[in-house]
C-alpha cells in the first residue's frame, strides 16, 4: 500500500521555480554586461578570431552569414513546434484533434525551402572560395614546407632562397610584410600536415606528391601563433611556428639578415635529408642499439 501525499495547493512551488528563473536570467545580463570590449567583439564574430588578412573577412562573413540563417530557420521551427503543441493539445473534454492526413502546399514547401537554402549555402561558399583561392599574381612567394616536426620557410631573395627552419628545440618564424599579397607554396616530404594561422583564419593540408597553395594579405602589423592542424605523428604538437606581419623595410632587413647568416640555397630546401635531422630528436644510442 503506498502512501499519496496531498498535492500542495498554495501555489509556493510555482513561486519558487519562477523566482529561480528570474534569478538565473538576472545573472546572465550581469555576467554579459561585465564582458570586456574583447569578449564583446567575439560575440558579434560568434567565436571567431578577429581576421588580420583581407581574405579573413570574406570567410568571417561567410561564418556569421550561415549561422543567422541558421538561428532564423532554427526559430521559425521551434516557433511552429510549440504553436503545435499549444493549439493541437489535448484539451479538458479529452477530445482528439482533427488529423489531417496530408497538405499538399506545406509538403512542396518543407521539400523545396531546405533544397533552395542548401543552394544559397553552396552558391556563398563557392563565391568565397574563389575570393581567398583567387591566383592573381602575388606580390611575394614562400616555398612552406611541413616535415615532421617542424617547418622551414623559403624566400626567394637576390636569385637565391634564403631559409628558416625549426628543430626539436626551436619554433621557426614565418616573417610576412605588411598589405602585401603573399602565395604560400605547400610542400611536405612524408605525411600529410596541415599549414594554418588562426588569426588569419585560413589553412590548408600540405601532402606528399601534391603541392597546395593559398595566398594572403595581412592587413596590419603584429604577431600571431601559427600551427600544423593534422595529427601529423608522435611529435605533431612541437608542429608550431610563429608569424610576425612587420614593414616592407623590415622584411627587406629580415632577408638580408638571412643571408649574412648563411642561410641561404640556390635552391628552396624541400625535405628531405634536413627534414630528418632534427636536433633534440635524433634517436639515442639506447634506441640506436635496440635497432
Not at 567583439?41 to 588578412?53: Q, V
Not at 610563429?242 to 647568416?261: F, H, I, P, T
Not at 635552391?267 to 634517436?283: F, N, R, V, W
Request: proline share 5%.
Amino acid at each position: 500500500m503506498s502512501l499519496q501525499l496531498p498535492e500542495r495547493r498554495d501555489g509556493s512551488g510555482k513561486f519558487r521555480r519562477r523566482l529561480t528563473l528570474l534569478a538565473l536570467f538576472g545573472i546572465s545580463l550581469i555576467a554579459l554586461t561585465g564582458c570586456s570590449s574583447e569578449s564583446s567583439g567575439e560575440w558579434e564574430r560568434l567565436a571567431m578570431p578577429d581576421p588580420a588578412t583581407i581574405e579573413g573577412e570574406s570567410i568571417l562573413e561567410l561564418w556569421q552569414g550561415a549561422w543567422i540563417a541558421a538561428l532564423i530557420t532554427g526559430v521559425f521551427v521551434w516557433g511552429l513546434i510549440f504553436y503545435a503543441v499549444v493549439k493541437f493539445r489535448r484539451r479538458s473534454d479529452d477530445e482528439v484533434p482533427v488529423q489531417t492526413r496530408y497538405n499538399l502546399p506545406l509538403e512542396i514547401f518543407y521539400t523545396i525551402f531546405p533544397i533552395v537554402m542548401v543552394v544559397v549555402f553552396f552558391s556563398h561558399t563557392v563565391r568565397v572560395q574563389n575570393e581567398v583561392l583567387d591566383d592573381s599574381p602575388a606580390d611575394n612567394t614562400i616555398e612552406v614546407v611541413g616535415q615532421q616536426w617542424t617547418w622551414t620557410f623559403n624566400h626567394p631573395y637576390d636569385d637565391q632562397y634564403v631559409y628558416e627552419g625549426g628543430d626539436g628545440n626551436t619554433i621557426p618564424t614565418l616573417v610576412l610584410p605588411v598589405d602585401e599579397t603573399t602565395r604560400f607554396n605547400l610542400h611536405t616530404p612524408d605525411v600529410i600536415h596541415d599549414f594554418g594561422v588562426p588569426g588569419f583564419l585560413m589553412k590548408m593540408d600540405v601532402m606528399p606528391g601534391q603541392d597546395n597553395h593559398y595566398q594572403v594579405t595581412p592587413k596590419r602589423i603584429g604577431s600571431y601563433a601559427g600551427k600544423c592542424y593534422e595529427l601529423c605523428g608522435v611529435y605533431h604538437s612541437r608542429m608550431l611556428f610563429n608569424v610576425e606581419v612587420v614593414s616592407r623595410a623590415d622584411y627587406d632587413a629580415y632577408l638580408q639578415g638571412l643571408e649574412d647568416a648563411g642561410s641561404a640555397a640556390e635552391e628552396p630546401i624541400l625535405g628531405g635529408s634536413y627534414a630528418d635531422t632534427q636536433i633534440g630528436l635524433e634517436p639515442t644510442d639506447a634506441e640506436e642499439a635496440a635497432e
